[in-house]
């Protein structure tokens, strides 16, 4: 498993800067945030010639792409409006392709007014039907993330099960699951064949508002993270654990902190 992180950490970094603070903190990959102004410079609007270049800026530092986050999401209850979303998906599976990242995350999306569940995941596997082929072309995995309507294992391995192809895939991220009332057991059941990617961030919220969550140093929440590492060992799951900082924590407390956590906890999983 290697340990990553996403830009949210350092938005305001130039590129070299934030591989410099992967090798500083003993991290493998490095999860840029796409669609989000963040100054990493992976975005589609990159020209080839620079995405070679960005390429070779991580092989010559030693660190991988774990995945190109997005902001795509499928929810949407008019054709045009996917179809637009199709064409962004396709732009940033490209883009994964050209810098040598295996993934790129996409969401579900919140489930539109007056539209039904049933529809939001028929829309949402047509969609990433869709692009499937372009990802397999491109050496890509599109990760669908447990978040949103999707936040429960159950909700998005169906969807990803409905598709049934072998490039389009899961973004784990256990916290949105435990928030939807699932277990860390329960919601791996329902995601295990299909994780190509992990996002990890440790949080506490109140029983009766999960949407307010506060973001903690791992270990000082409510996630099972050394159980959700067991669980992975035995599919022995060799994609990223990529943190996901979006506020409150500072970068030089929570990189170092939660490297050795996680550590400690993949050692004991004799992964």
């Known amino acids: 498993m290697d340990l990553c992180f996403m830009t949210?950490?350092?938005?305001?970094?130039?590129?070299?800067?934030i591989l410099a603070t992967?090798?500083?903190?003993?991290?493998?990959?490095?999860?840029?945030?796409?669609?989000?102004?963040?100054?990493?410079?992976?975005?589609?609007?990159?020209?080839?010639?620079?995405?070679?270049?960005?390429?070779?800026?991580?092989?010559?530092?030693?660190?991988?792409?774990?995945?190109?986050?997005?902001?795509?999401?499928?929810?949407l209850p008019e054709q045009r409006d996917r179809?637009?979303?199709?064409?962004?998906?396709?732009?940033?599976?490209?883009?994964?392709g050209d810098c040598g990242a295996p993934t790129v995350r996409v969401f579900g999306g919140p489930t539109p007014e007056g539209v039904d569940f049933a529809d939001s995941k028929k829309y949402v596997a047509e969609c990433l039907a869709t692009v499937a082929d372009w990802a397999q072309d491109h050496?890509?995995?599109?990760?669908?993330?447990?978040?949103d309507a999707f936040w429960r294992g159950a909700d998005a391995g169906y969807v990803v099960a409905q598709v049934n192809h072998p490039n389009i895939c899961i973004n784990w991220d256990m916290m949105h699951c435990i928030r939807a009332g699932e277990t860390v057991t329960e919601a791996f059941e329902h995601v295990r064949g299909h994780i190509k990617h992990?996002?990890?961030?440790?949080?506490?919220?109140?029983?009766?508002?999960?949407?307010?969550?506060?973001?903690?140093?791992?270990?000082?929440?409510?996630?099972?993270?050394?159980?959700?590492?067991?669980?992975?060992?035995?599919?022995?799951y060799q994609g990223?654990?990529?943190?996901?900082?979006?506020?409150?924590?500072?970068?030089?407390e929570v990189l170092p902190h939660d490297a050795a956590k996680l550590r400690e906890y993949i050692v004991a999983a004799g992964a």
């Not at 020209?47 to 774990?66: C, L, W, Y």
């Not at 050496?139 to 978040?147: A, F, P, Q, R, S």
């Open 240 to 252: 990223a654990l990529s943190g996901e900082w979006i506020s409150g924590l500072a970068l030089e």
């Open 22 to 75: 992967a090798i500083r903190y003993g991290y493998d990959g490095i999860e840029p945030r796409a669609q989000a102004e963040h100054k990493h410079g992976v975005e589609v609007s990159t020209t080839k010639k620079i995405r070679a270049r960005i390429q070779a800026q991580f092989a010559d530092a030693g660190i991988k792409m774990s995945c190109i986050a997005t902001s795509c999401r499928y929810n």
């Open 8 to 17: 949210f950490s350092c938005p305001d970094y130039e590129l070299d800067k």
């Open 139 to 147: 050496d890509v995995y599109v990760c669908l993330e447990t978040h």
């Open 83 to 96: 179809q637009q979303m199709i064409e962004v998906t396709r732009q940033h599976i490209e883009l994964a």
């Open 198 to 236: 992990t996002h990890i961030h440790d949080g506490v919220w109140p029983e009766d508002d999960p949407d307010q969550i506060e973001l903690v140093l791992m270990g000082e929440g409510m996630i099972a993270h050394d159980e959700a590492i067991r669980l992975l060992a035995s599919i022995d």
